[in-house]
């Protein structure tokens, strides 16, 4: 069973920044990709960013592009959201997921259905 766990939520200020950590593992688990969601209270887990594992590419939803930036530690098998410039809109439940399948950027990768594990989320709060 593939454990996906994050950490490093917590309580910010609006202008600040937050750098959230996951790691993927499991018995015979190979990453291909991961991605990271949030879902703020009364509204749907929306994409927010996404990385290729082997050459490293990524992609964000126009929300948070060029305010967050996706990184990973392939040795590791982590993967990281470092967020800048932090909105109180931008105050979420952040998850993040993975998949066994190898990855593609043809393929869909921006909705819930596009992931397979996920973990328990990590709570960003954004003072105004």
């Keep these: 069973q593939v454990q996906v766990v994050e950490s490093g939520g917590g309580l910010v200020q609006s202008g600040g920044s937050l750098r959230l950590s996951c790691t993927a593992s499991g018995?015979?688990?190979?990453?291909?990709?991961?991605?990271?969601?949030?879902?703020?209270?009364?509204k749907e887990r929306e994409f927010i960013g996404a990385i290729h594992w082997n050459n490293d590419p990524t992609a964000y939803?126009?929300?948070?592009?060029?305010?967050?930036?996706?990184?990973?530690?392939a040795a590791q098998n982590n993967v990281y959201l470092q967020?800048?410039?932090?909105?109180?809109?931008?105050?979420?439940?952040?998850?993040?997921?993975?998949k066994s399948q190898?990855?593609?950027?043809?393929?869909?990768?921006?909705?819930?259905?596009?992931w397979t594990f996920?973990?328990?989320?990590?709570?960003?709060?954004?003072?105004s």
């Design 118 to 127: 996920w973990g328990q989320g990590t709570l960003v709060t954004v003072s």
């Design 102 to 114: 190898p990855f593609t950027w043809s393929s869909s990768y921006t909705t819930v259905n596009d």
């Design 83 to 98: 967020m800048n410039s932090l909105k109180p809109e931008d105050a979420a439940v952040y998850y993040c997921a993975t």
């Design 61 to 73: 939803a126009d929300s948070v592009k060029g305010r967050f930036t996706v990184s990973r530690d």
């Design 27 to 42: 018995p015979k688990f190979s990453v291909y990709s991961m991605a990271w969601f949030r879902q703020a209270p009364g």
